[in-house]
């Protein structure tokens, strides 16, 4: 069965306008919950020998005086609790109070992070992501300077780089959902995820159109249409190939590894199968309604 991309672009094209509009609102409302990483706090992860409610936890860490602290479960016995930047002292405090009321339990993990450090990693977060878009599109353009009819090599970066924040909104709108849903927050190991699903965006969308290009070239199809269509068609098994065992190599992670490894691994689940998405369904199809516009003007 031959999947006709350019001749439905239109259905493909209001998908991906609804998925990015719903993103965006998500994003903005009800918004990411960040983690520790980008707030500062203290974070402890502590397994009881036997199994507590999450409620009976709540009520220790309110009667203790930390009322604003939330807590994750990490498995049946396993719990996650965020609270405000600790001193030792206070962390003594919290852990005495939890024995005291609960049974023992071993403490697998504390940290703190201060909110100045929050906040330059956030920054730095932010400025590494805007300027790997803009440099990824420089060289888009100049690696496709020799295709510049029909299609000019800037129209190439400009797509690449859309691509790419079209697949990374995506994957962070739905971790808003997860957030109110699961509790799972945005913290350092999701900017990494972020950041290897636009490399992985980036790589599948420029294989697209690189094929477009050498088609170009050598004036493959009559019209740019044909041309746009023989190159998805070329390329399509590879990339749904490369990204579909990619994908359950993941999700073997998500399923089989621990409760702290399975945001990562869904947030790359979630970016590869939409960059996959919109290399194929997405990229292309602009390229032609790009020149549409241009030929109406």
Do not use: C
Not at 8 to 15: A, T
Not at 48 to 69: C, H, I, M, W
Not at 213 to 234: D, F, P
């Amino acid at each position: 069965m031959k999947l006709h991309v350019i001749k439905n672009q239109n259905i493909w094209l209001s998908f991906s306008a609804f998925l990015i509009l719903a993103s965006i609102i998500l994003v903005i409302y009800p918004g990411l919950k960040y983690g520790v990483d980008f707030t500062g706090g203290s974070l402890i992860e502590i397994a009881f020998d036997q199994p507590v409610s999450v409620g009976a936890l709540r009520q220790t860490l309110d009667e203790s005086g930390y009322k604003d602290a939330t807590i994750q479960t990490t498995g049946e016995k396993g719990y996650l609790i965020r609270t405000q930047a600790l001193s030792e002292e206070e962390h003594q405090s919290v852990l005495n109070s939890t024995k005291t009321a609960h049974g023992n339990f071993t403490e697998m993990s504390f940290e703190s992070v201060g909110p100045i450090i929050g906040s330059e990693l956030s920054r730095t977060a932010t400025i590494g992501v805007i300027l790997t878009l803009i440099l990824i599109g420089l060289y888009v353009a100049w690696a496709f300077r020799k295709v510049s009819e029909p299609v000019a090599s800037w129209k190439y970066a400009s797509i690449t780089v859309f691509t790419a924040f079209h697949d990374v909104i995506v994957m962070l709108g739905a971790f808003a959902l997860f957030g109110v849903w699961f509790g799972w927050e945005v913290g350092a190991a999701i900017v990494a995820a972020a950041l290897t699903v636009l490399g992985y965006s980036i790589n599948d969308t420029i294989v697209v159109l690189d094929r477009t290009r050498e088609n170009l070239l050598h004036r493959t199809g009559a019209s740019l249409s044909e041309t746009v269509e023989a190159s998805i068609q070329q390329t399509l098994l590879r990339s749904l190939n490369t990204s579909l065992t990619t994908i359950l190599a993941l999700l073997a992670i998500f399923l089989f590894g621990g409760d702290s490894t399975r945001p990562f691994a869904l947030a790359l689940i979630i970016g590869i199968a939409v960059g996959t998405y919109s290399s194929i369904f997405v990229a292309s199809p602009l390229l032609i309604v790009w020149e549409k516009m241009k030929k109406r003007s």
